[in-house]
């Protein structure tokens, strides 16, 4: 049996960069993206991935139809600006379904996966208005939300502990991406984080010697 890399949010700058270089280190890849474009050799699914039931049947389906998976890269998310004035509560749940429930209902899904073929890890994206209260000021609903991301990845080590089950989160800077440099157009964009260099550094988490790492928080801010 084949082993695969699950990725989702494939389809966006992050994600195409992390694709990419994946297959080129050898890993098959499942992609839960909008579309296909730039994910030639990736097997691709359409997911709602705030729906638990569309995940738990979707994780259903790849895994009975023969895929091993051993690791779930999981970067689908979403950014609010707002202070706490102006952050009511539906905003917070917005975020909340954005970036904490999207993985969290992957990582439920696929964890009896993992437990029943010796172990798997979970790679998630944290941020770093999270635990750096001077930033996440400024975007409440947003940081709140990131920070159930690393509590998972706690509960996951945890959990995981003489099941070969780990969990990482990967926290970048600011991301020279097309939508940032539009939105900041008097920034330094050399101080910024490639996606290719958050997807080193992912590959390396995938690595052998990344497997051997626990309870990783990794900070890839470049001058940001």
Known sequence: ??????????????????VEKLMK???????????????QGAVVAPVDLTDEKAVQEY??????????????????????MGALAETDGAAIQKMIR???ETAYHVVRALTPHF???????????????????ADGQHMVAYALSKSLVFRLSEIINE???????SSAVVVP???????????????DFSAWVQPEIIADAIAFMLSPAGRQTRETVLKVYNQS
């Open 98 to 100: 954005l970036n904490f």
């Open 59 to 80: 994780v259903a389906a790849i895994t009975s139809g023969g895929h091993r998976i051993g690791a779930a890269v999981l970067l689908v998310g979403g950014f609010a």
């Open 159 to 165: 959990t995981g502990k003489g099941k070969g089950i």
């Open 115 to 133: 437990e029943q073929n010796g172990g798997g890890q979970f790679i998630l994206i944290g941020s770093r208005p999270a635990f750096t209260p």
């Open 1 to 18: 049996m084949n082993v695969k890399v699950l990725i989702t949010g494939a389809s966006g700058n992050l994600g195409t960069a992390v």
């Open 173 to 187: 800077g600011t991301i020279d991406t097309p939508v940032n440099r539009k939105s900041m157009p008097d920034a």
């Open 25 to 39: 280190a050898g890993f098959g890849i499942l992609a839960v993206a909008r579309d296909a474009e730039g994910l």
